[in-house]
C-alpha cells in the first residue's frame, strides 16, 4: 500500500510530460503552416497538407504525397496523380494512378470524390461505364477486355438495367467513345489525360485571421484560426450558411451616406461596406449561382 503515492505521482509526472509534449508540436507545427508543400513541379499552401506542411494546415482529405517527384492524393481509397495545382483558381488537375496502365487491368471501381470539397469543372464531364452487359447490346458496344464481358461507354444510363455492374469516370468533354467498337486507346488516352476540380475550400473565411495574424489551420474537417501566443488557442471560422446569406442580401444596409443599399451595390466598393465576416464568401457564392 505505501508504495501507492509513487505510482500517482509518476503517472501524473507522466501525464504532465506528455501534455507538455502535445501542446510544444502542435505550436510548432502551427508555425510551419507558411511551409509549402513541395514535389516536383507541384507547390502547394492552404488547404493542403503534407511533406513539410503539417497536418494541422489543411484539410484531412487534402493531404498530398511525394514520391519521385510525383504528386498524389488518396480519396476513398484510391490513389490520384496530381499533375498540377493552380493555387490562384484554387484548382488541380489529376488521374486515377492506376490509369496508367491498362485499362482493362484497372479495378473497375467510381471515380468518386467528395463532393462537400470537390467540383468538377466545367471542360469536363462523368461518362458511365456498363461491363457485363447482355450480350444482346452487342450491337453499341464491344468486348474489349477479357473477363469482363460487354462493355459500353455512354454518357446516359440506358443499359443500366442490362448490365451486370457500373461505374464512372471523368474525362474531358470534347472525349466522345466510340458508339460500335470502343477504342481502348482513345479511352485510356483520355483518362491519363485527367481531369480539374475545383476545391471548395477556399480562403476567404480565413481572410480576416490572417489579418489579425492567426494561423488557418484545421481541427478535423472544420476551419480554425488559431493564435500562436504562450498556449496555441484556436476558434472555429465562422461560414455562413445559405440562410444566413438570403437574410444577408435580401436587407438594405448603409454605406458611407448612401442608405438603403441593396445587393449588388455593395460589390464594388465592398472593402468598406458590408459585413465583414461575409463580403468574400457572399461574394463567391452568388457569383457561382
Ligand atoms: C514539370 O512541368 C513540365 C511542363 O509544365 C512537364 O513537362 C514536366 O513533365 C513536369 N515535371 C514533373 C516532374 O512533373
Ligand atoms: C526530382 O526532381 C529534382 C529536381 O527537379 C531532381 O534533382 C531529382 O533527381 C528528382 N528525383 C527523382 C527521384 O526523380
Ligand atoms: C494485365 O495484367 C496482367 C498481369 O498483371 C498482364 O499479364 C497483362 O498483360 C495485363 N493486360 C494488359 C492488357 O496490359
Ligand atoms: C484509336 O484511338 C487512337 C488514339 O485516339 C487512334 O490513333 C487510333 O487510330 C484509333 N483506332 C481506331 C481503330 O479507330
Ligand atoms: C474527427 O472526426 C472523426 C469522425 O467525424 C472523429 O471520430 C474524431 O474523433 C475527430 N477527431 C478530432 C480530433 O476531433
Redesign the pocket.
Known sequence: MHNLPTFCLFLFFLFSLFHNLSCASSENELGWCQAKFQC???TAGFPFSGGIRPKVCGHPLLKLQCLN???SLFLSNQEYSV??IDQTSNTLRLYRSEFLGSFCNTTFAATTLPPEIFELSPNYKNLNVFYLCDPKLSYRSSNPCPGSGIVSVTQNLDYQNSCQGSFTINVPKSFVPEEKKLNLTHLESALREGFEVKVKIGEEACQECLSSHGICAFENTTQVCCKEDSSPRCNKLHLPDANELHKLYSQPFSCGDQEELLYPFWIPSREGCGHPNFQARLYRRIRRA
Request: charge should be neutral; proline fraction near 0%.
Open positions: 516536383g513541379n507541384i517527384n510525383i504528386t499533375l498540377h
